[in-house]
């Protein structure tokens, strides 16, 4: 199974991206999807989940009101539309998938390579 990121690019502030992530593979259930980035000398922050089951989100503090997470189960895809953008949100945008491999039966999670977003003041 692998995570492909996407939408990603150079924005200008004020701006607004839409990022997606696809799971290949047919054989891995998705439980739970999330959207963390990794700034250049930061740690990686965790901003934005969602439950495949009933679509409960959560959000990091620093990006409520301008991210909003959703899903398409149909697709095996989850998007992050990003409002308002700040030069502060320059970042890889990871995607990361939580689920059970159904041909082990083993709990996994699984990261993209990332999609890089930068934003211009």
């Known amino acids: 199974v692998q995570l492909v990121e996407s939408g990603g690019g150079l924005v200008q502030a004020g701006g607004s991206l839409r990022l997606a992530c696809a799971a290949s593979?047919?054989?891995?259930?998705?439980?739970?999807w999330a959207w963390a980035r990794q700034a250049p000398g930061k740690q990686r922050e965790l901003v934005a989940s969602?439950?495949?089951?009933?679509?409960?989100?959560k959000y990091a503090d620093s990006v409520k009101d301008r991210f909003t997470i959703s899903r398409d189960n149909a697709k095996n895809t989850v998007y992050l539309q990003i409002d308002s953008l700040k030069p502060e949100d320059t970042a890889v945008y990871l995607c990361?998938?939580?689920?059970?491999?159904?041909?082990?039966?083993?709990?996994?999670?699984?990261w993209g390579q990332g999609t890089l977003v930068t934003v211009s003041s």
């Open positions: 990361n998938a939580v689920g059970r491999d159904l041909t082990t039966s083993k709990y996994l999670e699984i």
């Open positions: 593979g047919s054989t891995f259930s998705i439980d739970v």
């Open positions: 969602i439950t495949t089951t009933d679509g409960s989100t």
